[in-house]
DNA sequence: TAACAGTGTTTAATAATTTCAACAAGAGCC
DNA sequence: GGCTCTTGTTGAAATTATTAAACACTGTTA
């Protein structure tokens, strides 16, 4: 479900991309640090996908494997806190079930705007919960096609189509097509 | 199983007594905490008896409740490096099922020799399947009666009585009696 | 081309954590 | 005494993380 992804990012320090860059600092596959850490390659791989959120008796033989502290782990300061460019290979990523969600600038919790480059596959949905939270948000579709819900309306939007609504209205996405559907979003304050 | 408590121990500096120490000196109780980060009391509880390996997300909520950031927490050492007099109230607990050790000195990464008291409920057993590892320990038993089985051989302890052995040998403690057991014990090295 | 060894990812089953709800112990107060 | 409020702890159920085994992809070598 989506509110993983949500709870996720609440874990606040991009996780994933932390441990991805220690570990690629030293040259490590995910399966050699694996190996050293006593723990499986998939560990490792969701953990840098954001899609789980390891205990911290986890994360510490991880750690161990690097090796590295767990104070001088989260000590460290990934992008150099007002880094301004960003390669698209430096987006964090949130990762699930067909929606991925690339992030502009790491740490949303120091900024007041949160911009989005997300991806659907065919079929993604963000649940038949309708999302709800208490921000604006908008977004431009790149390509593919995607039903947009928002309260009572619902519209089908294709490349170069946009929405722009109030977040704390009930809405949800759905890939309606069967092509990837690409959309950049900006929402304000970050949806925690 | 005992063996919770073993991966638990490896997950290094004491997690739950640095919660609890952080905690109380802020004057929070357990359920306080709890309603600010939105978990329940039940968690912090079992955190801060280390029954449980919270995952990096659910620490960070109960971090935001006091408030402080995981490098934060991670940055701080409890006892002050080199610290040589322990209170009873200081050491911190692992305990589950019946099985209760209190260690001295927090950090048994830095230390060649693990001390333990020990404490077993009427009943309490560290498992049918055999311990064992690479260390020699001893102990005496302070007051009520335990079976201790080591290899082929098995015997009866009551207070003042002890035992030595390499822990390689598969072991075993049970408190065959219908009171507490205590037994205050020791092994290098520490058993990780 | 095929075969192989390396990478990262994903899925279903297993094992852990978290919650919900109840419990027991202590303090304050009438 | 009893009552009430608070504390921390615990057991069964719900939720989440971890594993084991498979997949897809890349580069290398015969």
Known sequence: MLNDVK???SAGPDLGTRLRSVREERGLSQRELARRAGVTNATISL????RSSPSVSSLKKVLDGIPMTLAEF???ELPPEDQIFFRAAELPEFSEEGVSF???GGDKSRQKLQILRERYAPGADTGETMLSHDSEEGGIVLSGRIEV???DQQRVLGPGDG???DSRTPHRFRNVGDEICEIIS???PPYL
Do not use: D, W
């Not at 953990?47 to 954001?50: D, G, L, M, S, V």
């Open 102 to 104: 690339r992030q502009l």
């Open 74 to 76: 989260f000590a460290l």
């Open 7 to 9: 709870s996720e990012r």
């Open 149 to 151: 819900t928002v309260g």
């Open 47 to 50: 953990i840098e996908k954001n």
């Open 163 to 165: 929405y722009y609504f």
């Open 186 to 188: 900006a929402c304000t």
